[in-house]
DNA sequence: CCTGCTCATAAGCCCAGCTTATGCAACGCG
DNA sequence: CGCGTTGCATAAGCTGGGCTTATGAGCAGG
């Protein structure tokens, strides 16, 4: 009995999902601190609790895993050679959680906070919670709030004045507003691994893509106007699908090539779930820009994040 | 009472520790799960869960955040706008718990692996984790075992026939060893947003980088080799650490300007937690390289690694 | 030799998350 | 129009993981 039975999603021959085989935060937690102090005991103290939590949490950890982490001496903890490569690893699962943590309460906050953002979807899902990690690293009292939608949406709250500050992704900055310009994005095409595209030697043409049905984000999304524009209206779509995680999902499943962001793509690539098709001569580059109303230069705050959104 | 008190570690202003705020692995699993099949309680049973526990658990999730995640209809649920936004960045906690299971599972099965790698530290520790994802993800039969060390390590175990198959970042391949060079990398020079550096117009030159006492791996890591060939032997130590992590945290605590890998500092110079300054007229890149015995074409398992590796 | 640091073990508490058993609302179909 | 299906919510009860306090044992240094 129990639930050992392999429903759909699950792939065969693991044990149980992903929470069951990975430690949870708390624990990764303690581990850094662990690494960063040589000590159960005082990273037990950093965390706030007792030393033999710290001590049964590792431990128990280290029985999930099958690997020891630490070496254990009475004069401290040091991480052992697999301990050190799991700590790193653990430090990206943890670097996530600051960035959803970060982005999570900007969402909350709404009310009674000192810096409004409104953010395009893009740069809401990509950049921004960095950005909110490292404003709140410097500035650790600026409450943030956040609302995304797309461009209009953004220039819309800026000019109503419930904005102090806004990100958008498009071709054109909306009318009234001054803006920056803080990086660049491109629109690549990719294609799951097992896509005869992928082992072609030579850049894609431009009428090639035009004429190849497309797994595309729906009429009227950003990226969707690009595409458009770069390929004089003729992008031909095999799906339309609402949100960059579905095309995703879809090209990653073979459903097709699709054409998203840079941004959006570049896990997936480190990965290999996906890959990237060289295009040739197609205008697919598009600049992400800070936008204020015209006049009100960014002060406070505002400022400050604005700062750190170019490197 | 209870455990309020601010310890050392604690930032100030935030109540608790991220694991109290960032809603644990399963109850993320579960929120995709909504997201992909529309419905808690499919999700559910995706998941080897019952409807009421999914139900309690994004409800609690919500609670925790703050915020509507999905919108419930007798029809099924669907992600709120905020829902959306938050799924997408679980979706990036979750991609990092997959590389963390895929790395430690592969520092478990040392013994009955049908695939034993040997990879230096930079790269088990940034690249293969997402390789074995990929991996895993094809072939999902394939336990792979790994060992870290380094470039002699690594050549040690391949012409010992301990491992099939290695991954090496030095200027140059040990003896015995055929390779391919699957990527390239380049050290760069970084800073806390906050060093003088940072706010530099012009590049750095070779001999300022070479007077200046700088953050540094221990002398014969390979990122120390690559410098000091680049500068003509000539680097400065400032302090010298024993992993790339120490080095990090140094720089990002504000040390001094240090020299790190480009794979490592990605994540740093995203948050803009670290900045990278342009240095001229310095060679500092270098190859990364597949290895394996001279002859001994890799085949099976370690052919499906190796074509992951070359995007 | 005692004091202070380290970690381990034991016994007990508490809550988060699970289960089963219900109820209620909306849709589609004979 | 009632019936079955699908989807979510609520209630009551169990279990286990993680916490606490209390204690012991190994090693270092004044």
Chains 1, 2 share one sequence.
Not at 186 to 191: D, E, F, G, P
């Amino acid at each position: 009995m129990s639930r050992t039975e392999d429903h759909g999603g699950e792939r065969p021959g693991n044990g149980g999902s992903l929470a069951h085989r990975v430690p949870d935060l708390g624990a990764l937690e303690l581990l850094l601190a662990v690494a960063r102090v040589g000590s159960l005991g005082r990273a037990a103290r950093e965390l706030g609790i007792t030393q033999p939590a710290a001590s049964s949490r590792i431990r128990s950890m280290e029985r999930q895993l099958g690997v020891a982490l630490v070496d254990r001496s009475p004069r401290g903890s040091r991480l052992t050679d697999a301990g050190a490569l799991v700590t790193d690893w653990a430090r990206r699962i943890v670097e996530a959680a600051e960035a959803f943590d970060a982005g999570a309460q900007a969402l909350r906050d709404r009310r009674d906070s000192r810096l409004r953002v409104a953010a395009s979807m893009t740069i809401a899902e990509y950049l921004l919670p960095g950005w909110l990690v490292a404003l709140r690293a410097q500035r650790p009292d600026t409450a943030v709030s956040l609302l995304a939608g797309n461009s209009t949406a953004v220039a819309e709250r800026l000019l109503a004045g419930e904005a102090d500050l806004g990100f958008v992704e498009g071709l054109t900055v909306p009318g009234g507003l001054d803006s920056a310009v803080i990086a660049h994005d491109r629109l690549v095409v990719v294609t799951a691994p097992s896509h005869p595209w992928a082992r072609r030697r030579r850049p894609l043409a431009a009428e090639e893509l035009a004429a190849t049905p497309l797994v595309l984000r729906e009429e009227g999304s950003g990226t969707r106007q690009v595409l458009d524009a770069a390929l004089g209206g003729l992008a031909r779509p095999l799906i339309e699908l609402s949100s960059t995680t579905a095309v995703k999902a879809a090209a990653v499943g073979g459903a097709g090539p699709a054409v998203l962001s840079e941004l959006a793509v570049g896990e997936e690539l480190g990965m290999r779930r996906l890959v990237r098709i060289p295009v040739q001569s197609v205008a697919l580059a598009r600049d992400l820009r800070a936008v204020w109303p015209t006049g009100h230069r960014p002060a406070g705050p505002a400022r400050d994040l604005l700062s750190l959104t170019r490197g």
